[in-house]
C-alpha cells in the first residue's frame, strides 16, 4: 500500500501531521509526501521520507504538453477549475499526478486548496481519494470547489462528532461516507517529568560558551537533564549551528531551543528553570564578556548560577565558578547542583541577596550624580 500525501509544509510539518506519518511509518505504510509549500519549522521530515518538489515554473512551461497528451480531459478539467476558482489546484494537479501513478490511494491533509488538488489527481487518474477535515475548511472556503470535492470523495476522515453533524447537515455528506478519527498523543512522549532545567540566555556568539556546555550536557551523570536555550545568531559574527551541534553529539533530545525572547516569555523561563549556566570564554581575538547581565537576571529570580572564572564574572558570582572550557569540571557543577536541591536553594538565596546588595537599580544613581556635576 503506498498513499500519496498532500500537505502544506509552508512552516515545516505540523507536529500532529508529523505523529501521525510516524505511526503509519510503524504500521508499514508506505507514503510520499506532495507539499503545496516548502519551508522550515520545529518539525521537518525524516531523512528517509520521500518528498516530491515540484516546480511551478516547470509545471506552467509543460501545460501545452498535457493538453496535447489528453485534450478532452484538460480542457474539461481547465474550464471547471475557471469557473470554480481553482486554477492553481488544477496546474498543481497536472504536474504531480504524474508522481502519483504509481500510488495506491490519495490523502490529503485539511478541505483546502490541498484537497482541491488531490480531487483534480482523482479526475487524472481515478485513484480512491481521502480527505482529513479539521476546522477552518467548515467555516472559511471556496464552497464551490469545497463541495465538487466533497462529491467526489471517497471516505471523507474527521476529527469530531460536531465536525460530522454538520458534514451531513450542512453539506448533505452521506453519513456513511465519514469516518471520525480523533487526534490523538503519543502518551508515551507527553507525560509528566521530573527534569532538572538548564537555563542559558545568550546571543549564539563564540564566547558564549556554548560548546562547552552541549559537551558537559552530552557528559553528565544525571540523565534527566534538560537544556532550554534562549538567543539567536549576532549580524556580523560567525554563525553557530547549535542544532547541528546538538544532534552532532547525540542530545537533540535533551536540547530545548526557544529562540530570541524577551520580556514576559523570558521572565518565564527565568522562573521556570533550576539552574542557570553561562561559561563564558575568552575566544582566539581576544574578545571577551563584561560582566553579562543575564547572569545577574538569573539570580535576582533566586537561581544558582553556574559560569566560569572569565574576566569580571567573579565579582558576581562566588558559588559554581570553573575555568574556561574546563569541561570535566563544568560536568561535574551541573551534577552536583541537579542531584542537590537544597543547595539550589540555598544558593539561589543568597544570588538575590548579592543581585539586591550590589547590582539593583540603585546602581544607575552613580550615574545620575555623574551627569548632574
Known amino acids: 500500500m503506498k498513499i500519496a500525501y498532500i500537505i502544506s509544509m509552508k512552516t515545516g510539518m505540523l507536529p500532529f501531521i508529523y505523529s501521525e506519518l510516524i505511526e503509519l511509518e510503524n504500521n508499514n505504510i508506505d507514503f510520499t509526501l506532495f507539499p503545496t509549500k516548502r519551508g522550515y519549522g520545529l518539525k521537518e521530515p525524516k531523512e528517509n521520507w520521500d518528498i516530491y518538489k515540484y516546480n511551478p515554473l516547470l509545471t506552467v512551461i509543460k501545460q501545452p504538453w498535457y493538453l496535447i497528451k489528453n485534450p478532452i480531459k484538460y480542457v474539461s478539467l481547465l474550464f471547471e477549475s475557471i469557473f470554480s476558482n481553482s486554477l492553481i489546484s488544477f496546474l498543481v494537479s497536472t504536474d504531480i499526478k504524474e508522481k502519483i501513478r504509481d500510488h495506491d ?32 475548511e ?41 469516518v471520525v478519527n480523533k487526534m490523538f498523543v503519543d502518551t508515551d512522549q507527553f507525560k509528566p517529568k521530573n527534569n532538572i532545567i538548564v537555563l542559558i540566555v545568550a546571543s549564539f556568539h563564540e564566547k558564549k560558551g556554548h560548546e562547552s556546555l552541549f559537551e558537559a550536557i552530552k557528559k553528565a551523570k544525571t540523565k534527566n537533564i534538560e537544556l532550554w536555550v534562549v538567543g539567536g545568531t549576532v549580524e556580523n559574527y560567525a554563525e553557530l549551528d547549535l542544532q547541528k551541534l546538538a544532534k552532532d553529539l547525540g542530545i537533540e533530545e535533551k536540547v530545548c531551543f526557544f529562540g530570541k525572547q524577551n520580556n514576559a516569555a523570558l521572565r518565564a523561563l527565568y522562573n521556570a528553570c533550576d539552574i542557570f549556566c553561562l561559561p563564558s570564554i575568552t575566544i582566539k581575538n581576544g574578545e571577551a564578556e563584561g560582566i553579562p547581565v543575564v547572569l545577574m537576571e538569573a539570580m535576582s529570580y533566586a537561581k544558582p548560577v553556574i559560569s566560569t572564572k572569565h574576566v569580571g564574572i567573579p565579582e558576581l558570582v562566588d558559588k559554581e565558578l570553573v575555568d574556561e572550557k574546563n569541561i570535566p569540571a563544568l560536568t561535574k557543577a551541573i551534577d552536583k547542583l541537579s542531584k542537590n536541591k537544597k543547595l539550589r536553594n540555598i544558593q539561589g538565596i543568597n544570588n538575590r541577596k548579592i543581585v539586591k546588595n550590589k547590582y539593583s537599580k540603585k546602581n544607575i544613581q552613580r550615574l545620575v550624580k555623574l551627569f548632574l556635576k
Open 138 to 178: 467548515l467555516y472559511r472556503n471556496n464552497w464551490k470547489m469545497f463541495n465538487n470535492a466533497l462529491n467526489e470523495t471517497d471516505t471523507i476522515v474527521t476529527i469530531s462528532d460536531y465536525n460530522k453533524k454538520i458534514l451531513i447537515e450542512k453539506f448533505e455528506i452521506q453519513e456513511k461516507k465519514i
Open 105 to 136: 490511494k490519495i490523502h490529503c491533509h485539511f478541505g483546502d486548496q490541498k484537497f482541491f488538488i488531490g480531487y483534480y489527481c482523482k479526475k487524472w487518474l481515478d485513484k480512491p481519494l481521502s480527505v482529513t477535515i479539521h476546522a477552518h
